[in-house]
């Protein structure tokens, strides 16, 4: 099978081309724009023979056009990916999440080919700290950002294009995930690449916010399964029962440093900031078999330590323009 993978040089992405090598016989081609967010050197090591990577926009409609007619199914991962950018400039999050699967959606209608459209649980709004409830795929849409709302958006022209037009697609919505290659503006990577240049974390108001994390490894292996075995036109949630508070990453990121576990600042709270995600991923689990292979958060968070202190050269290059743009918000 030839895989057109969107966004293949951004942190999940990556993740995901570094998984189907390793795991499938398929080839691979990667259409990445290469913004502030996408780096070739994720894919480095990998064999030439299994991997075309072409840089290009989602929304360069014969590009696209192009590439879609070669492939035999495309997963979509590209996309403006961060709240708090899309809180200071919501325009690039309206044209590559709306009009970038747009035009992805018009190539696919055109050539027939299969599609897997990758989103977010914050398409749902979020949670109290004490609702017992968790998301699932008929959870009413109620996003609160710029990104969220741009993501709800391109969900909601997927199924349409579903309905209206016979395209064959399946949409996943995944938690926050965490591991390699993910860039040092997210939460999880600026707070050890802080630590490890002698900086203090930074926490967002009282740090109560409870995301589900999941390993970007599984979240890869979950697309696998959708796009192996997942029916056409259906949603599928993923997750793996990850909820923690923001604190406690913070305090478990120090202490597997070997710093106290209180050496940070808390800083100006994100505007419109979801309290809590939690994902129940039982439809995926039960009627596609997945399951999550990192079950043990501390673990999986230590080894990701591990690929930042290792790594300095994939991300010491963009740590400085980071910190600089938290700095003028306050943050
Ligand atoms: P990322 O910001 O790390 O990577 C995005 C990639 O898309 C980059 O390589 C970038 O160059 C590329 N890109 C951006 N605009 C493009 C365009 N117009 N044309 C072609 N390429 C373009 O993002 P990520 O965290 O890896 O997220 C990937 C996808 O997964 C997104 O759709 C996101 O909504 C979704 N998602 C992310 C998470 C998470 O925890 N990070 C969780 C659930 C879903
Ligand atoms: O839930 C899935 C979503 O997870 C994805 O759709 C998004 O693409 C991805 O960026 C992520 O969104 P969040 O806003 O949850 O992730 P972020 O890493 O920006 O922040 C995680 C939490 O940590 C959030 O509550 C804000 C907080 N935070 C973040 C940063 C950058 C801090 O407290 N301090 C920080 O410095």
Redesign the pocket.
Known sequence: MHLLVTGGAGFIGSNFVHHVIAHTDHHVTVLDKLTYAGNRASLEGLPDARLTFVQGDICDAALVDELVAAADAVVHYA?E????NSLDDPRPFVDTNIMGTFTLLEAVRRHGTRFHHI????VYGDLELDDPARFTETTQYNPS?P??ST?AGSDLLVRAWVRSFGVRATISN????YGPYQHV????P??ITNVLRGER?????S?E????WIHADDHSAAVLTILDRGTIGETYLIGADGEKN?KD??ELILTTLGQPADAYDH?TD?PG??LR?AIDSSKLRRELGWAPRFSDFTAGLADTVQWYRDNEAWWAPQKDATEAR?RAQG?
Not at 81 to 84: A, K, L, M, T
């Open positions: 996309a990916s961060h709240n708090d989103s977010t649980d914050e950002s990104y969220s993501k995944c938690s926050n995930n503006e997210k939460f999880i600026r707070q974390p930074k926490l967002y108001g740090g916010n409870v995301r589900d923001n990453v913070v800083v994100r900031h979801d995600y938290y943050q």
